[in-house]
């Protein structure tokens, strides 16, 4: 069986006059279904290029990236797009909750996208927002709701097309800690369920809730392996940074 995530020696190069800047230099990662994979590093390191790749909302430079055991090279925008509808589920640090839509209508809106009838649209919501205990709220604004309870809503808008990765970007960073942690209780339920997740973060704190860390620095994995085996190499990251 294929891993539902394969990357493959890949970089990511910029080019700023002369210079070659490498986002990614060379990585190589899998994911499995049912993982809970936090992927940490400081800004600048290159988590954000990896998400976004991972994502197909970009492309590497050189490199293989299989999803599912398909190179993603080999699909045409429209294919893409229809990954990103279908396969992937997004959770945002600022929620991107469209402001004049209904709680029930931003969850349905990549439904909408996706070809399902408005019936279906309508179930699927409901069935999201249940989940995330936020049904009595399908008919509110988002502007009616507070910080942890839309970031519950851009749960649910990921969950409700049954992705087959999850894929939260600093999920808890406009949030203060209390509700943070509600978040990522929700997420690790998810996991619990047999969802794949895959966790963006710059927070020691909140990378070791996942069950494997994948550390990248400067563009290149610098360790891969249980949340409890990260903690020497973030503490020699910190010193680093006190250093610097």
Same mark, same amino acid.
């Given at each position: 069986m294929p891993h539902l995530i394969e990357m493959k020696d890949i970089y990511k190069i910029y080019h700023m006059g002369d210079t070659e800047i490498h986002a990614l230099d060379g990585i190589s990662l899998t994911i499995d279904k049912?993982?809970?994979? $936090? &992927?940490? =590093?400081?800004?600048?390191s290159g988590k954000s290029t990896c998400m976004n790749i991972i994502g197909c909302l970009d492309v590497p430079t050189?490199?293989?990236?299989?999803? /599912?055991?398909?190179?993603?090279?080999r699909y045409s925008d429209d294919e893409l797009a229809m990954v990103r509808n279908k396969?992937? =589920?997004? &959770?945002?640090q600022q929620y991107n909750l469209l402001p004049k #839509?209904?709680?029930?209508? /931003?969850? $349905?809106?990549?439904l909408l996208y996706g070809g399902y009838s408005d019936?279906?649209?309508?179930?699927r919501a409901h069935a999201a927002l249940k989940k995330v205990g936020l049904e009595t709220k399908a008919k509110n604004l988002p502007t009616q709701l507070s910080g942890g309870q839309q970031q519950r809503v851009s749960i649910?808008? $990921?969950l409700a097309g049954d992705p087959s990765v999850i894929l939260a970007d600093e999920p808890t960073? $406009? #949030?203060?800690?209390?509700?943070?942690?509600?978040?990522?209780?929700?997420l690790r339920n998810l996991n619990k369920e047999g969802n794949t997740i895959v966790l963006i973060t710059h927070d020691n704190s909140i990378a070791a809730q996942a069950k494997r860390i994948v550390r990248i620095t400067d563009g290149r994995i610098v360790y891969d392996g249980p949340t409890s085996g990260d903690k020497i190499v973030a503490m020699q990251e910190r010193a680093g940074e006190e250093e610097a």
């Open positions: 049912g993982e809970f994979v $936090a &992927i940490v =590093g400081q800004s600048g050189r490199g293989v990236y299989k999803l /599912n055991g398909r190179d993603i090279s396969m992937l =589920g997004f &959770i945002f #839509l209904s709680v029930e209508e /931003n969850v $349905a809106l990549p019936r279906e649209q309508k179930k649910a808008r $990921a960073g $406009a #949030l203060d800690s209390r509700t943070g942690r509600e978040v990522m209780t929700f």
